[in-house]
């Protein structure tokens, strides 16, 4: 069985803030794995607040960036200090769902945010 993409969900960038429960989830369901599964109770963004090299660390194979109503900058990720080894980078599986689809608890998360989040871990999958 091939393995789960490993997942950096980022819901903002300055400072790197992963995704509150229910984006994690829908990562989960739509067949990738998390890579900050003990933050996913943190209801709280400043609770999911991650450094850099801790992300490097965990060496995701996607990246899917989701910035708060704001266009997700593909080039500012990929330049990042240390980030150019990292799969997800190196791989250009840097992806961006807007945040109308899946920031927002309710319908819209899990229907078009779910779609759009395994469409993204797919085309990644496909890759390993």
């Known amino acids: 069985m091939p393995r789960r993409p490993k997942v950096f969900f980022e819901e903002w960038y300055d400072p790197l803030i992963s995704g509150i429960r229910w984006t994690e989830e829908l990562v989960a369901i739509a067949g990738g794995d998390p890579i900050f599964p003990e933050l996913e109770g943190a209801s709280l963004a400043k609770d999911r607040i991650v450094t850099s090299e801790q992300v490097i660390a965990r060496a995701p194979d996607v990246i899917i960036g989701s910035w708060c109503g704001k266009p997700v900058r593909k080039e ?32 819209a998360a899990l229907t078009e945010g779910v779609s759009r989040v395994h469409d993204v871990i797919r085309r990644a999958a496909a890759t390993m």
Do not use: C, F, M
Request: hydrophobic fraction near 30%; charged fraction near 20%; glycine fraction near 10%.
């Open 76 to 107: 500012r990720i990929a330049s990042r200090t240390g980030w150019q080894d990292v799969r997800a980078v190196k791989n250009g599986h840097i992806y961006e769902v807007k945040s109308t689809y899946i920031l927002q608890p309710g319908p």
